[in-house]
């Protein structure tokens, strides 16, 4: 009787924490809030459906302990992030880009640009941020439409928070699938290749009918007045991508690549060793509010990491619990009526515009999806092996499940890189999209039309799958 009164408990507790959800977003609450408070009323819900307290805090811990490399990788992007400005790397990038955009390609430029900037920096926030907020200001200036820019800027800062080797974003994709970044990078990118291609033949042409009618501005002043910029001081940046290629772990690039960055900003832009050990942890900021550049070199620091450090390993606390409980059973089951990988993932895309849309947060979209979706990739994936084994030996009728399980694990991190992470920024409620356009003081809907590579990664993706027209 007892269960037959708590059947609804779960149901209840869910519905609760997506309001809660929601009442964040729409109050500017922070997100973690709601996701803690559902994760306790989940436990307590199914505390009452006789489930013992202590396997509630063994499944919790499962769940929380599988995100503790991506927040190790977390704290040495907040103090890479602080290092890097503190050192002039970043406002090197920024000036060095600045200078080169021609007129007549600046759309395409607004493109590129932060592309190449997110893909060093691993942030799209922080894209947006840098490199953005000049763009924005010249296409101001130059008379270019402000839609279109802010659609290629934040198109392009999402380039490198899906395969940037200090993204967070991949970093917890990597570690939720048991792979790793190094290994993930050269996949994500031939994936992302046609893409890409096309996103620049996008922005090509609506430069070629809004070119930028002129460049003047004292940014590029303001930079040079204010810090020291060398080609030597792009070596942190430079360093954490060689070492990256190498194969060299995500955590030693980082430390190495903040060492080089600490000494250059003692050296080089003669910050004191105190002032430096404060930015590292609480963020770089200027110290005259009223300069120029205060709003646009500022932030990092290892504080600022634990906001969404609490949102992930909340999320996958809840999740774990859900999952480990057999509450997610009959929603994962609609996953394995899919018989295609191009079938699997247009699934995939819709539960990311779902939890996208829901959890109004990137890394909860990338949790939720994980753990809704990973039992469909290994039956199939199980599926597969076992039909390629038949067919090439029927004496040795069992496939390798190590293999297999690295095949569907492989498999599960590319469709989430081609699906969450860049779905996520085109719903304008979601933080992916929401801070951006505010940082950039534009429309909140008006970029989506002119985000081309957000919609054109998914569909040259699937259209990939579809070619290749095979079963896991």
């Known amino acids: ?222 930079i040079a007045s204010t810090f020291v910029i060398s080609p030597w001081l792009l070596l942190p940046a430079v360093t954490i991508i060689f070492l990256v290629l190498c194969k060299v772990k995500v955590r030693m690039a980082m430390l190495i690549s903040a060492v080089i960055a600490f000494i250059l900003a003692y050296t080089v832009q003669h910050q004191p060793l105190s002032q430096l050990l404060y930015q590292t942890m609480m963020g770089f900021h200027l110290p005259d509010p009223s300069h120029p550049l205060y709003t646009i070199f500022k932030g990092g620091g290892i504080i600022t990491m634990i906001p969404p450090a609490i949102v992930i390993t909340a999320a996958c606390a809840l999740s774990t619990l859900l999952e480990e409980s057999g509450q997610l059973e009959q929603l994962q089951s609609l996953y394995h009526r899919c018989q295609h990988c191009s079938s699997l993932f247009a699934a995939q895309c819709l539960t990311a515009l779902a939890t996208a849309g829901i959890g109004a947060n990137q890394s909860v979209a990338i949790v939720m999806n994980y753990f809704l979706t990973r039992t469909a990739y290994n039956t199939l994936s199980l599926a597969e092996s076992a039909a390629d084994t038949s067919d090439t030996s029927h004496e040795q009728p069992n496939p390798n499940t190590d293999s297999t399980h690295h095949s569907s694990n492989q498999q599960l991190m590319m469709d989430l890189e081609n699906s969450a992470i860049v779905i996520a920024p085109l719903l304008p409620w979601n933080i992916a999209a929401l801070v951006p356009t505010v940082m950039l003081g534009v429309s909140m809907t008006g970029y989506l039309p002119y985000a081309a590579y957000l919609y054109l990664l998914p569909l040259c993706y699937w259209l990939q799958l579809r070619l290749k027209n095979r079963t896991y």
């Open 1 to 222: 009787m007892a269960r037959t009164h708590t059947a609804w408990s779960v149901p209840l507790a869910l519905f609760i924490t997506v309001l809660g959800l929601l009442g964040a977003l729409y109050t500017g609450t922070f997100i973690g809030y709601p996701l803690v408070i559902g994760w306790l009323l989940v436990a307590l819900a199914l505390w009452g459906k006789d489930y013992p307290l202590r396997r509630l805090c063994i499944m919790s811990w499962h769940g929380i302990s599988s995100t503790m490399l991506v927040l190790q990788i977390f704290l040495f992007i907040g103090a890479i992030t602080a290092l890097w400005q503190a050192s002039g790397t970043l406002p090197t990038i920024v000036i060095y880009s600045l200078e080169s955009i021609v007129p007549s390609l600046f759309l395409l430029s607004c493109f590129i640009l932060p592309s190449a900037v997110s893909y060093l920096i691993g942030s799209s926030l922080g894209t947006a941020g840098t490199i953005g907020l000049p763009l924005i200001l010249l296409a101001r200036l130059g008379h270019v439409p402000l839609d279109i820019t802010a659609g290629a800027i934040i198109a392009g800062a999402y380039v490198g928070d899906r395969a940037s080797p200090m993204s967070s974003s991949a970093a917890l994709v990597a570690t939720l699938t048991k792979t790793t970044v190094p290994d993930n990078v050269g996949p994500m990118f031939r994936t992302a290749l046609p893409a890409l291609v096309l996103s620049c033949i996008f922005y090509g042409l609506f430069s070629w009918r809004y070119p930028l009618e002129t460049t003047d501005t004292a940014l590029a002043t303001y």
